[in-house]
């Protein structure tokens, strides 16, 4: 049996709510209760719906007890307190200040979901680790992740999002990270923040928060690199890491020889050569490698851990892994998916990998690309730049997802031929009736423009069923 989280007489004081229906003990935190697991605090938060009408069902799947603001919500036992979110954020500063955890948190443009994934497979080498699952990194994810880690937790991982100026601030201060990691700067949420020196300011809130002596970590061949390092300097930060490719970085990539299958690289972490391998490939997995590193070491592990935590790491669904396809009529396609998001820089990284998959036979490259959000005035553009690493990948067939998606139809050469599609739903139409044997499909998108959907159907056997229709 799972150790205690909380106890009901520690949970109440730290919220400074009553009890009510009994005492208990909870072995987690959940906000869903659907997917809690018997024997967690079920926490009634309030944001698309009210967490209050889904209490009795959290009681009945075998919640400990229900953190709620109505005392009526459910019968047994209930922790009341005034507000759900702000009782939620002081389990969350009860539970840091009572560990001795060593507090990683990572935000950035890209790559912070599959970075701070590799993070936790790295402390997880060190002892005993606690992360972030999913994408939980905005303001009820993170506490929410912090209110779950158990006193005993040696390292900590806490992926932080935003999409407005003045988001991660808060996070950052109720983490108070000992590391704080910016993976890239990129054109990620443009049409909210206006510039790409807002969106610089804006990721550098990580690092207001942070505890004394720590260490910041930064991209060091970002173009807003010395933006990043001049915040730095005005935090409580002790240390400054670089990571990247430039001869000053503290961690710097070496090499990296990029393949379908993954790829090798190494490393110079602070003099000393590392040789690394991956199981995930792109380019791009080089440098994301490299800020794993140095988020780590930073934080105390070995660069042998990293190392064999690295070796082990796929790329995740909707973020480059791959799947071979079975045709209806005979032969096979291999599909991409990194369809979980996209901003400029991101796609043309997932176009330069899809040039390194090599078609079978008479097989071709196609790109489903959807549209990409909150770019800003110069949207545009940038879908119309798209044309360039496409051609670049040696793309064969565009299905272009979206009306901002005109602009890279409009810009394609006449060796690249395009179609539209308004909806995700006519994309996968488009596709089923033109896909043969040895054809390599990379789906890439920004999430509101549905091509995860067209994924999902494809894994469910969408493409098998319309064919004996």
Known sequence: MSAPLWTAEVAANVTGGHLE????????????????????????????????????????????????????????????????MEALSKLAIASRDRSDARRIAVTGSVGKTSVKEWIAASLREAGQAHWSVKSFNNHWGVPLTLARMAQTTEHAVFEM??????????LSRLVQPHVALITRIAPAHLENLGSMEAIADAKSEIFEGMAPDAVAVIPSDDAYYDRLASKVMKSRAAFLFGFGAARDAAVRLERFDD?????RGRLNVLGRLVDFKLAASGAHQGLNA???????????????????????????????????????????????????????VSMTAALDSLSKRQPRGQGRRIAVLGEMLELG?????????????????????????????????????????????????????????????????????????????????LREGRLAARSNA
């Open 161 to 170: 999002g935003m999409n407005h100026a003045g988001e991660i601030r808060p």
């Open 259 to 263: 393949a379908p299958d993954g790829g």
């Open 377 to 457: 005035l110069d949207s545009a553009g940038m879908h119309g730049a798209l044309a360039e690493p496409v051609v670049q990948a040696g793309v064969s067939r565009v299905i272009a997802v979206g009306r901002l998606m005109q602009s890279l139809l409009d810009a394609l050469p006449k060796s690249v031929t395009g179609q539209s599609a308004r909806s995700a739903d006519s994309a996968l139409e488009i596709l089923i009736d033109e896909l043969h044997d040895g054809d390599v499909v990379l789906i890439k998108g920004s999430n509101a423009s549905g091509v995860h959907k067209i994924v999902s159907s």
């Open 290 to 344: 490299a800020a794993v590193m140095a988020a780590c070491v930073a934080a105390g592990l070995e660069a042998e851990q990293v190392v064999a935590a690295l070796e082990r790491q796929t790329a995740a669904a909707g973020r480059g892994a791959s799947f071979t396809l079975s045709l209806p009529e005979g032969g096979e396609a291999v599909i991409v998916d990194d369809s979980y998001n996209a901003n400029p």
């Open 21 to 84: 229906g009994g005492e208990w003990t909870a072995t987690g935190v959940s906000i869903d209760s659907r997917s809690l697991d018997a024997g967690d605090l079920f926490v009634a938060l309030t944001a698309e719906r009210d967490g209050h009408q889904f209490a009795p069902a959290a009681m009945k799947a075998g919640a400990a007890a229900a953190l709620v603001s109505r005392a009526d919500a459910c019968e047994g036992p209930r922790l009341v307190v005034d507000d759900v």
